[in-house]
């Protein structure tokens, strides 16, 4: 048999993810079955495992190419000037996601992922780097801002990180429970009041230096 060209097994490859998360979301990840994903890949099962020998496999790359394409969209926001504006750029492009209607999105998959990485230890490794890599990134930014004043230095860059996962994971969550009551617009309102200090009505001003942050809290 002749080998097929890098760029077109990678295609396929590719290929075959967007055929898994279509079928991760409406049979489920614990539901759906290699054939099921071959099936929709329009392949044979025998070519799917040229690809990928399990569905943990497929949710592996899946993860690495967006933990890729995140790790570009943050060093994007991060030029934006100033952390608080850099955090909220990277929310503002979540917030997009959540928006979308794709039935395959990521977005509907990933609380199917945190169930099963309850019992799989596999894939709580592939949740727990990724909630790493995005919770890095985060902290980063937090500290520049400490470090420039935006943010008071008495926080741990970690914990807020952190924090902000947590939110964003939550709002992953309900959209998905209860779409209703989801005003992203609001949302991202009310996030960035409270990333700019004025969630408090006697702290109207965001800190301009690390003196003044000190002073605040």
């Known amino acids: 048999m002749p080998r097929i060209p890098k760029a077109s ?3 396929r490859r590719n290929h075959v993810i967007d055929a898994a998360m279509t079928c991760f979301s409406q049979k489920g990840f614990q539901k759906t079955t290699m054939l099921d994903v071959a099936t929709e890949a329009g ?3 025998g070519a799917l495992y040229t690809y990928f020998n ?7 790359e899946a993860a690495m190419k967006k933990r890729q394409s995140r790790a570009v969209r943050m060093e994007t926001a ?4 100033g952390a608080v504006v850099s955090i909220d750029q990277m929310f503002a492009d979540f917030y997009k996601e959540l ?16 169930a099963d990485a309850l019992s799989n230890k596999r894939m709580k490794r592939i949740l727990k ?3 790493s890599d995005v919770a890095f990134g985060l902290a980063e930014m937090v500290r520049q801002g400490q470090e420039s004043g935006e943010i008071a230095p008495t926080l741990d860059s970690k914990a807020v990180a952190l924090l902000l996962v947590c939110i964003g994971d939550g709002l992953v969550l309900h959209k998905l429970v209860d779409p209703e009551t989801m005003d ?3 949302l991202g309102n009310v996030l960035r009041s409270f990333l700019t200090g004025q969630f408090n009505t006697d702290k109207q001003q965001t800190p301009k230096n690390a003196k003044q942050a000190k002073e605040i809290l």
């Open 43 to 45: 392949v044979s099962p």
């Open 54 to 60: 399990s569905k943990e496999d497929i949710i592996e």
């Open 99 to 114: 928006e979308r209607e794709d039935p395959a999105s990521e977005s509907r998959i990933r609380p199917q992922i945190w």
């Open 184 to 186: 992203v617009t609001l």
């Open 129 to 131: 780097d990724t909630w």
């Open 9 to 11: 097994f990678d295609e």
């Open 78 to 81: 991060s030029l934006l000037g």
